[in-house]
């Protein structure tokens, strides 16, 4: 039943019916939840072999350096090579990091702020404003590192296939304060859509008016592919620097999903000019990161192929997952026109848009039901959204069974608040 | 022979014998480096038992969390409490990091420069000047911090006991723009000298203009004794909090000398007020450190009584070092009356004084007989040492063969050095 054209009578009676159902969940206790990114312990077990001595014992580089001592700032040089594989940028243009590439964003952010980057007039922290356009929906991490460090936020609709690029030209030309903007390229957080090669052609050529102008492309999905084929996402760095515009671009990504979110490789690449300011504070700051745990990935994951073999095997739990969930919003909110709903081909999440002032209400309905859901307004700048509808819906930590349980709860609360939305 | 007191001829005819002997050590194209302050293969060798199966299984913290997922910013509460044993600082007041103290310092430092810190006015970057105390000889990546920062650097000595705190307190009673001070307090980096127990409780006592005044405890060596019996150093952050100065302290150390230099295990602690404003911070840098290492560290040292044991292994290989250089020192300078050094109980370090205005000349003679020393100057402010006299040595690195070598060199070189300058 349509919700929107059904007559009141229809709609009470409705609610009566799915009221019970949901009350009869409820008082089972349940404990289940939906709110975080983390892969499954299934997904970590896959990774295991990492942990083995086959791969542990070696300390030695390709080039005879002792990976226990201090040394190698930037990482090792097949560490780099690993990434520029994987990314298609030169390896010479790749620093390797420790084991959080959102440590890498806040601290090239912070170190704009602190010191500027190449080509600006003075430090961030020593201009008037700064603002960033920040897409929605979004990651909530990348608004918290703008709000901490005072950074205003634009937001600005993520569409299917990319930004709103007319809205991000129009707003990059007109307003030299705006110093960048945060991008999750492919199957991005949380709606899992990935932009299109023009979406990514003018972002590399678009005018800005600040000198300094920086995207921070966080393409944290790269090879999480949930299909066997996945989206294609067109290479920004290349294009950028094609166009004249390489130091425009500041890449993240990491093994955060590859292997162990808590104890993987994260990396970020960027122009000559803008690396060779990176470093200069980089020296100063750490002595060098955990060489240990790069060489003992390269043991488990040598190249691309070794990654993309991988992860087939970490594929298999997502999709399981997100058919789960895909299955049940289609089941049971397919025909009610009070849901919409992305079906991404990877990445960990979906995206999932309810009746307009109802996501709170559904966050408490399944709360009070025992399921928790990332909080609502998580996906938009200062942890509001104006039209209290979008829920992001991350399927891949619980076990098979809890997830379908705790999508019927999901798809009860939001049938449930748009009908009281409705009769009110 | 004392030098000052010689003749003429005496020098010059001494000045031959010896330039003949360091021709020949020359002619020979040593490679040897005396300049870092690294462990040995043999010492790194004492911690590959962690590198076996038994340790790096283990993924699973005693409360049952996952360390190989997401989570626990603040660290393992075994790892915190590991921490608290062996420094004697409540674990709640305990942060464990990645592998590099430094790295959580210039975070310290740069997070006051963003936010300012517990009792600050502003961010430490809106003030007009903000300088620090550093005490020479002193570690020249604490004064890189400063530089790179644009913190204005005030020279103070370090004595045999600990700072000149006659010139401290004076300085940060009368400078509000003071902010605070670097201190190696056991086995200091470079003379090895530890803080006597007065110098503690004055710099937990001391008056200072600055509202937000910081030390920045460098606890480097804190059990890295080279003796049986180590130098004691009284807890700073205990006599701080005794008198109501709690605030006052930033404490850092790491496993870094301890397991592995490249992938330890940092650490830092601080007032409840400090780490509640540091953790609002840290949440947005970074997802967590990597608690499959804390878990691994755990697993090999599990207590400060198995740390104990296993830095009595370590002392071993560095004190044949210490002996071959203070050995060498005594033989061939001890009565020349032109060089004076320390002979420190622990640490990593010997500081040499040479002739003043001749150190750059005894690193030249080294260079060119193929000997690296660590760089004049480093030991100081901006590089820059006003009498030229002071030279770190770091003989924990090389061979021991290698070392007596490179003491030869350098112990011709300073008296080749010293009588060039006598006789000008």
């Known amino acids: 039943m349509n919700y929107l054209n059904a007559t009141k009578a229809e709609k009470n009676a409705l609610y009566g019916t799915l009221r019970a159902e949901y009350d009869a969940l409820a008082a089972q206790g349940l ?238 690449a960027m122009s000559d000019a803008n690396l060779s300011l990176a470093l200069s504070v980089l020296t100063v700051q750490t002595i060098g990161y955990d060489k240990m745990n790069q060489i003992r990935h390269l043991a488990f994951l040598p190249d691309k192929a070794a990654v993309e073999a991988h992860m087939k095997k970490q594929a298999r739990y997502l999709k399981e997952r997100f058919s789960i969930v895909l299955d049940t919003l289609k089941r049971d909110l397919g025909d009610t026109g009070v849901a919409k709903w992305t079906a991404p081909r990877g990445g960990y999440f979906v995206s999932l848009d309810v009746l307009p002032h109802t996501a709170k209400r559904v966050y408490a309905l399944c709360k009070e039901a025992g399921v928790t859901l990332t909080k609502v307004g998580a996906t938009f700048p200062y942890g509001v959204d104006p039209e209290d509808k979008n829920l992001r819906l991350a399927p891949s930590y619980p076990k098979t069974e809890d997830l379908a349980l705790a999508m019927r709860v999901l798809t009860l609360a939001v049938r449930l608040a748009a009908l009281e939305s409705l009769l009110a």
């Not at 002792?66 to 097949?78: A, S």
Request: hydrophobic share 40%; proline share 5%; net charge negative.
């Open 31 to 268: 404990s289940l939840d939906l709110s975080r990114g983390k892969p499954s312990g299934e997904q970590l077990g896959e990774s295991m072999p990492m942990l083995g001595e086959n791969c542990t014992l070696r300390y030695l580089s390709e080039n005879g350096f002792d990976c226990r001592n201090y040394g190698v700032l930037e990482g090792l040089p097949e560490m780099r090579a690993f990434w520029s594989e994987l990314t298609g940028i030169p390896a010479k243009n790749i620093v390797v990091g420790g084991n959080s590439s959102l440590n890498l964003m806040y601290d090239t952010l912070s170190r704009a702020m602190l010191y500027g980057v190449a080509g600006s007039p003075r430090p961030w922290c020593r201009e008037e404003k700064v603002k960033f356009i920040c897409l929605t929906p979004g990651y909530d991490r990348h608004f918290a590192i703008c709000e901490s460090l005072g950074i205003e936020m634009i937001s600005v609709p993520l569409l299917s296939d990319g930004p709103d690029m007319d809205k991000v030209e129009a707003l990059v030309a007109a307003d030299a304060s705006i110093k960048g903007m945060w991008c999750v390229p492919k199957y991005s957080n949380p709606s899992g859509i990935t932009y299109s090669d023009e979406a990514v052609r003018r972002l590399a050529r678009m005018k800005t008016a600040a000198p300094d102008f920086r995207i921070f492309w966080d393409n944290a999905y790269m090879v999480h592919d949930i299909e066997n084929e996945g989206d294609a996402l067109l290479d920004l760095f290349a294009e950028a620097h094609l166009v004249g515009n390489g130091d425009r671009v500041f890449f993240f990504s990491s093994t955060s999903k590859i292997t162990f979110p808590g104890a993987g490789i994260a990396m970020m």
